[in-house]
């Protein structure tokens, strides 16, 4: 084939003039960078390689991380995993291999994805968001993903819907907001993790999380502010009272005293806010992760102590009650998990309260058949959206908009395992959700949400809507 027909063949002549007339028309100080950049774009976008491999997460266990490649770039991601998982949710594919890493490796998740997934994936556009889950979907076939694995598959979905935004020249979060039909963006108050219990935290403290939710704040630089100092004010009181063990940190980076009343745990929170001088600008919430302590149908608070287990159990009664004297002692807005995942009888009285915001975590588990139900039934109103429990982008899209449509409040969650993955920062931005939960202003991995909300609110400038007081319904 001779140059002229080469030329003819691929319309090359015709596009190097286009080319060129943008060039002079744009009067580019660079002629040859402008119209190398400007060929590039003419290429329609198609993905050309996807690789996977394992990594460890903040708790030194393995998970999956994924890049993958398009004809204009490569584009990485990886999945946090939780401590624990329910029976209603997207399954991580694990190894099993006690040998190795006790069983947790995702080698298994891996291969799926360099032998299946990118298989299937291989010349497909990355703008297409949502076929491309759909044929990760199609090819796995099973209702909670448990042929692939959820930690597969969302990792390829984070990694194209980077690759999309990329292709778009448009940042993450504006590109998640066009997949979702928002226009929108807006700055979430975050939920702070500053005291750790449950199973994310070596003391006796049953509750799982205390949180502070500065939504008071004018943006969310000074939300950021205000949590960080209370933080460390907090810090220093625990020092006073405990001693320099109390302020050990938990999985989420909360400070972990050893402690079991949730009263005494709340009082030095309150302290530490009125020491920053923030009382009233910031609120407290609580991650009670009930389910971690439910005993057929009743509640062990001591269930951490030696000794003590089993001695006190509580009816769910007790519970609200005990919910209901908090909501009237201490500003708190939120309560997360109060009772077990199929305790929907005692959420649903709670809820009717009208009290704080009642969250759905173990009891939804980001499905949307369970999030129905709690919409007609008026279980709870807000949802706690893990998106390794779902296991595409395009499907935590929907149980967002599900959420929405029921004028619940949403809170995009990090995981206790977590990795340096931005991507739900981008993500409570882009679907304006106007809480984010992503732990202490401790551990990078933690830090990595927060810095890149921070850079986000920079890029918007005067554009920059923070939640704030509506941070429920933004």
């Known amino acids: 084939m001779s140059v002229q027909e080469y030329l003819d063949k691929h319309l090359l002549s015709r596009k190097i003039e286009d080319a060129v007339n943008a060039a002079v028309r744009a009067k580019a100080s660079d002629p040859v960078l402008f119209i190398s950049n400007h060929m590039r774009k003419a290429v329609p976008p198609v993905i050309t390689k996807i690789k996977a491999r394992q990594i460890l997460d903040s708790r030194g266990i393995p998970t999956v991380e994924v890049d993958l490649y398009t004809n204009k770039g490569m584009y990485r991601a990886s999945v946090p995993s939780g401590a624990s998982a329910g029976m209603y949710e997207a399954v991580e594919l694990r190894d099993g291999d006690k040998g190795k890493y006790l069983g947790k490796g995702v080698l298994k998740a891996v291969n799926m994805i360099n032998e299946k997934i990118s298989e299937a994936l291989i010349g497909m556009d990355p703008l297409l968001q949502v076929q491309i889950d759909q044929a ?75 949180m502070i939710l500065p939504v008071g704040a004018n943006s969310f630089q000074e939300a950021m502010q205000m949590g960080s100092e209370t933080y460390h004010h907090l810090k220093a009181i625990i020092m006073e009272k405990y001693g320099s063990v109390g302020y050990n940190v938990g999985d989420d980076g909360g400070f972990a005293p050893n402690i079991s009343s949730i009263t005494e745990c709340l009082d030095l929170v309150k302290e530490a806010i009125d020491r920053a001088g923030y009382n009233g600008r910031i609120k407290m919430a609580i991650d009670v992760g009930a389910t971690d302590f439910c005993i057929g149908k009743k509640y062990d608070l001591d269930f951490k102590t030696p000794g003590k287990s089993g001695q006190d159990f509580k009816t769910g009664e007790d519970m609200l009650e005990l919910y209901t004297k908090l909501c009237t002692e201490y500003p708190i807005v939120s309560i997360e998990q109060p009772f077990d995942k199929e305790d929907w009888e005692h959420t649903k009285l709670f809820s009717a309260l009208g009290l704080c915001q009642v969250v759905g975590d173990d009891l939804l588990m980001s499905n949307p058949k369970r999030i129905e139900r709690a919409v007609n039934e008026y279980t709870c109103n807000a949802l706690l ?19 929405k449509d029921a004028q619940w409040g949403v809170i995009i969650s990090h995981r ?42 920079e890029e918007l400038g005067n554009q920059a809507i923070y939640a704030g007081e509506n941070w429920k319904c933004p």
Do not use: W
């Not at 935004?165 to 998640?176: F, T």
């Not at 963006?185 to 994310?200: D, E, N």
């Not at 959206?385 to 959420?403: C, M, R």
């Not at 993955?421 to 933690?446: H, M, N, S, W, Y």
């Open 136 to 210: 990760m979907m199609d090819l796995d076939k099973t209702e909670y993903k448990a042929e692939l694995g959820a930690n597969a598959m969302l990792a390829v979905s984070i990694a194209a819907c980077k690759a999309g935004a990329a292709e778009k020249e448009v940042p993450l979060y504006k590109h998640i907001a066009d997949l979702s039909g928002k226009s929108n963006p807006v700055l979430p108050v975050p939920a702070i993790t500053v005291i750790s219990g449950g199973k994310h935290a070596e003391n006796n403290l049953a509750v799982q999380e205390i």
């Open 385 to 403: 959206l893990k998106v390794n429990q779902v296991g595409t982008v395009t499907e935590a899209i929907e149980v967002v908009k599900q959420a």
């Open 416 to 457: 206790s395992g977590e990795t340096e993955e931005t991507f739900i920062a981008d993500l409570a931005v882009g679907l304006a959700t106007g809480q984010v939960k992503a732990g202490a202003p401790c551990r990078g991995e933690r830090l990595a949400k927060y810095n890149q909300l921070l850079r986000i609110e």
